[in-house]
């Protein structure tokens, strides 16, 4: 939780962080656009199952109209926001293979981490759930 709150305060594009992990949605930046969710996959029973950890993520535009308001209170309502606003959603798998797959709302790639320059590699695109 500290690394990705770290990493996204830095990155200054993101205005609140909400996370299961915290009580309360945290205030990162007047100017980020974003507000990130997030919920960690790291139960014991992940790892004494041999399950991969990760973390699950949702993305929403700031809704500007709330500036207004007391950050604590701007900071919950724009964290609450329902499902359908979602600019992005997508989960992260730690285990041998760290593997991104995300949506923008139209298809769903997953990204595999090359270790050895840093970057997430297309390696599953348009993921599809079978017909029956």
């Known amino acids: 939780n500290d690394i990705i709150l770290s990493s996204l305060r830095s990155s200054r594009k993101v205005a609140v962080m909400a996370s299961e992990e915290d009580d309360v949605p945290i205030w990162l930046s007047n100017d980020g656009p974003y507000i990130v969710v997030t919920d960690p996959l790291d139960g014991s029973r992940n790892i004494d199952a ?16 709330l500036d207004h308001l007391p950050i ?16 992005a959603a997508g989960y992260v798998l730690y285990s041998s293979a760290t593997i991104l797959c995300i949506t923008f709302g139209a298809g769903t790639h997953a990204f595999t981490l090359d270790h050895s320059t840093g970057d997430f590699v297309l ?3 348009s993921i599809e759930i079978p017909r029956r």
């Open 72 to 87: 604590e209170e701007k900071a919950l309502l724009n964290s609450l926001q329902s499902g359908a606003r979602l600019v």
């Open 50 to 65: 041999s399950i991969p950890t990760g973390t699950i993520f949702g993305i929403y535009n700031r809704l500007q109209e």
């Open 123 to 125: 390696t599953h695109p």
